[in-house]
């Protein structure tokens, strides 16, 4: 299967009389052959709209799309070879299964016995089998979602598209199709752009996440990069959950930031990042990091509010006028405290990235 | 500025790329352009020209012309009152009162739609006329219905169902969660009514009533054979044309008689019925609490009943005139109406109507689906152009159309490309397709937007084309309203009179010009005979479209969100 490569050069989509809505602002990215690429990103922030564009469905207001080096600018959208899996599937209801995975292939002019030998193959592959006769309204939401997929790939396309498809099933099943899909993109190596606000779906699926905000890429990296090295408030704030302290940089030396902690100073070695002495910075913390302790511990704190979820218990701790969240995992195997209990917290130094602050 | 310029070239490149939908545009602007915008230009051109000057100075001068102005703003707003008065208590009956006999009074708000346009006049000449049944032989007084309170009796009764359908579809959809929380805190039932309920029925209430003030100013049969001395605008352009030959007074009255009708129908149109926040699917948005109170419940029980019963004696006494001899006078059975209707003399009006309307009908339909989709799922300047001009063909009352077109088309266009038309039957199918689009193209309009567009962009992004995804996905998905727009057209059609009173000629005889003759001439029962030949080719032909275009899939159902 041919895959592709796809370059978003700085595209832009504004809509209104005068261009008021900046739907998308400036993109610019490049996906590489075969890689799953996720657009993560609050309500509003485009992800869809660049979708749309690259699918065809809105027309750039400047920039292009490029597919293997060429502009896709003046291709109509049944003319790009990409397939699409919509939200709500799209099914055709007045078609069975059958007839809706083999539409495309009818629309190439296949000989009926190529395009039955394709349905069956992706039929298979998607666990439909014997279900071709069968009505849409027919299907459960789960079998729904495989015939759209189904019907998208027994195309071959050059780029997968997914527009949030998960998001109508219940939670055990989007774990399943998140992982059947993840398998399947691998298995064909097939180019894909994945839209989702989800981002524990984004995290499982992806080479690399983009993150978007306000029509533009706000950071670009593999799961790991994002999580461990946000590049701003927003990117640590959206992916995962995160405590912000503030502080400042105390002295820079070759390799070390020294910076200020609850009264004392705080040594951070290789920190990522340009920062100088008195600059004001943000201390980020992911909640996992930080230890909980009945007996010792470097800082002291109350407990202002624990919640117990079975394999976790979270924690709102109040220390030194600022509210610290802890995610505790295992809790069984450690103390579990209750709101009002007094207690010691750790912060391992390894766990901080730090972030620029802007103040005033 | 130039951006604004590009995008808008970039925009029709888009479009014209898909072949066959570019000729689609093609084909449905340049119908639109030349037999609906010209036809009214030329109106405009010749009432608004010098020689037309010394006419208008005649005829505003004249108090004569001033009293047809009033007379005919008088029936507006009494049929436009009455008949919203009727649709809203039909709606309110099958909506918010639990009585017997509801399937019967729904039937009863729909039949009005196919009935021939003299009916209703006719039976209520001869039931309560001067020698009415009901006035002079069983009440023994002597009443002249002719006149403003007749045709407002008539006229009621025969558009009513606009305001019904508006109405039933907006106090269905109507939340009953709102009426609920103001009984909650206090309200009484007449509060709740007075306060909530009817406020937000205003924009249904406001397009029932707009809507039927134009129908009432376009209508002509009713005007010609119920109006006696109380002439209105549309009589009075009858007259000028067919009566005195004088194609510049018609002109000049129908301009006169264009300027409240366009105005209160695009107010109607652009205005109010963007106004109801309710979207009218027909599908009823909770449990409605019905009315307890016996005094309100039976009283408007018992005037539906009232109603109702005059409408199917009304209807009803059309049979009885067909068959018998003298109409209201002499009750002998006999065949002799039926006879010359479909094997006599009139037998040639009545294949005539058929084939011409039977040929209109698809077209429209089509046309009007056509329209529909650029309209609904295509973005490109002048689109509000094309919706505009789609909505003319019944906006205009029918006897400018029929003006326009002779202007028009009595000599050839563009140096004989298109030859002169007029005393032809293509002109008359024109004429009907003009006077059906708009309806096609409302109820496709309505259709497409209840179709997911993921559909379409899903066959899309699976390589087919406009023309194959309209085809084979949309298409489909509409059938429903695709076969309510031919119904439509093809009723409107047969019982179209206004229209194509001027353009019929002795070779081409339509079956509602022809009542009209009969009815004028006093030959009621071969009159009556001619509308319930009508009414059974209407009935006939929505059995037969229904077969054809096929049984519902149900797929349509899943299509609603």
Redesign the interface.
């Known amino acids: 299967m041919k895959s592709a490569t796809l370059v978003l050069d700085n595209l832009v989509k504004t809509f209104g009389h005068q261009g008021e809505v900046r739907a998308v602002n400036g993109m610019n990215l490049e996906i590489h052959q075969g890689e799953f690429v996720t657009l993560l990103g609050p309500s509003g922030c485009g992800k869809t709209t660049t979708l749309r564009l690259i ?3 809105e ?1 750039p ?1 400047a920039g292009q799309i490029l597919l293997n080096g060429e502009s896709l600018n ?1 291709v ?5 070879p ?3 899996v ?3 599937y ?5 078609m069975s299964v059958f007839d809706n995975v083999s ?2 292939l009818k ?2 002019r296949q000989s009926t016995d190529l395009i039955r030998e394709n349905v069956e193959i992706v039929m298979q592959l998607m666990n439909l089998v014997g279900m071709g006769d069968r009505m ?2 027919q299907l459960s939401g789960g079998q729904q979602q495989r015939v759209a997929l189904a ?2 790939l027994v ?1 071959q396309p050059q780029v997968l ?1 997914f527009d949030e498809p998960l998001s109508n099933l219940d939670a055990k099943l989007r774990e399943q199709m998140r992982i059947e899909i993840r398998r399947l993109q691998q298995r064909l190596g097939i180019t894909t752009v994945y839209v989702t606000h989800d981002q524990a779906e984004a995290m499982s699926l992806s080479d690399r996440i983009a993150v978007m905000r306000d029509g533009q890429l706000e950071q670009i990296g593999t799961p790991s990069e994002i999580y461990q090295h946000p590049v701003s408030l927003f990117v640590a704030d959206f992916i995962g959950r995160a405590n912000f302290i503030e502080s400042s940089v105390q002295s820079r030396t070759d390799g070390q930031l020294t910076l200020e902690l609850f009264g004392r100073s705080l040594t951070l070695l290789a920190p990522q990042g340009e920062f100088f002495a008195g600059a004001p910075v943000y201390l980020v913390i992911r909640p996992e990091a930080v230890r909980v302790n009945r007996q010792a511990g470097s800082w002291t704190g109350e407990v202002k509010q624990a919640v117990y979820l079975g394999s976790t218990v979270e924690y709102e701790i109040e220390t030194h006028d600022h509210f610290i969240s802890v995610v505790v995992y295992n809790p069984q195997e450690g103390d579990i405290f209750e709101e009002g209990d007094q207690m010691f917290l750790d912060l391992p130094s390894t766990a901080f990235h730090v972030l620029p602050r802007r103040t005033g | 500025m130039s951006e604004f310029i590009t ?1 808008r070239i ?2 029709y ?2 479009l014209t ?2 072949g066959v939908l570019a000729i689609g545009l093609l084909l449905s602007i340049g119908f639109l352009g030349l037999f609906v915008v010209y036809p009214l230009a030329r109106i405009l051109s010749v009432s608004l020209s010098s020689e037309a000057a010394a006419v208008y100075q005649r005829l505003l001068a004249a108090r004569g012309t001033w009293r047809v102005i009033l007379n005919t703003l008088w029936m507006g707003l009494g049929v436009a009152s009455a008949g919203t008065l009727l649709g809203f208590l039909f709606a309110f009956v099958q909506v918010k009162l639990d009585v017997p006999f509801k399937r019967f009074f729904n039937l009863i708000g729909i039949l009005p739609v196919i009935s021939p346009p003299f009916a209703v006049a006719m039976s209520t000449i001869v039931l309560f006329g001067r020698s009415g049944l009901i006035t002079k032989q069983l009440l023994g007084i002597r009443y002249d219905i002719y006149g403003l309170d007749g045709l407002i009796l008539v006229m009621a009764i025969s558009f009513f169902p606009v305001a019904y359908l508006t109405l039933l579809g907006m106090m269905r959809a109507l939340d009953p969660s709102l009426e609920e929380a103001a009984i909650n805190l206090g309200a009484g039932r007449w509060r709740v009514f007075r306060t909530v309920t009817l406020p937000m029925l205003i924009p249904g209430i406001a397009s029932s009533f707009l809507l039927l003030f134009v129908e009432a100013l376009a209508d002509l049969a009713n005007p010609l054979l119920i109006g006696g001395n109380y002439t209105v605008l549309a009589s009075r352009i009858y007259l000028a044309i067919i009566g005195e030959y004088n194609l510049n007074t018609g002109a000049v009255l129908s301009l006169i008689l264009l300027v409240p009708s366009l105005t209160v129908f695009f107010f109607q149109h652009y205005w109010v019925s963007r106004r109801s926040y309710v979207s009218v699917t027909g599908k009823p948005a909770g449990h409605h609490q019905p009315i307890s109170s016996p005094w309100v419940k039976w009283s408007l029980f018992a005037l539906c009943l009232l109603v109702s019963g005059l409408v199917v004696l009304l209807y009803g006494f059309i049979f009885v005139g067909a068959v018998t001899k003298v109409w209201g006078i002499n009750y002998a059975l006999t065949l002799e109406h039926f006879h010359f209707v479909l094997f006599g003399y009139g037998s040639e009006a009545m294949i005539d109507t058929t084939l011409l309307a039977a040929i209109a009908t698809p077209v429209a339909g089509l046309m009007g689906m056509l329209i529909a989709f650029l309209v609904v799922r295509r973005k490109f300047a002048g689109r509000n152009l094309v919706d505009f001009a789609s909505v003319l063909g019944i906006a205009v009352p029918g006897t400018v159309v029929g003006i326009g077109f002779i202007l028009a088309f009595n000599q050839p266009l563009w140096g004989g490309l298109i030859p002169k038309l007029t005393g032809t039957a293509l002109i008359i199918i024109l004429a009907y397709v003009v006077r059906s689009v708009p309806g096609s193209v409302r109820s496709g309009v309505a259709a497409l937007q209840q179709v ?1 567009t ?2 379409e ?10 023309v ?2 309209f085809r ?2 949309t298409l ?2 509409i059938k429903p309203a695709f076969l309510s727009g031919l119904i439509y057209s093809f009723a409107r059609s047969m019982t179209s009179l206004s229209a194509i009173i001027f353009l019929i000629t002795p070779r081409w005889r339509v079956m509602t010009a022809q009542i009209l003759n009969e009815a004028e001439t006093g030959r009621y029962g071969n009159a009556a005979a001619y509308c319930v030949v009508l009414i059974a080719i209407v009935i006939t032909a929505i059995g037969l479209m229904y077969a054809v275009v096929g049984s519902t ?1 149900g ?1 349509e159902r ?2 609603e969100r």
Not at chain 1, 76 to 80: G, S
Not at chain 1, 90 to 94: D, I, Q
Not at chain 2, 457 to 466: F, V
């Open positions: 699918a065809g469905f027309f207001t003046d109509p959208p049944n003319k790009r990409m397939a699409m919509f939200q709500n799209a099914l055709f209801p007045h539409y495309g629309i190439k849409p309204h019907r998208a195309m598209l | 995008l970039r925009e490149r888009r790329q898909d997911d993921a559909m962009e899903a066959s899309a992004s699976l390589g087919a084309s406009s194959t995804t084979r996905i489909p998905l899939t797929a899943l299509v």
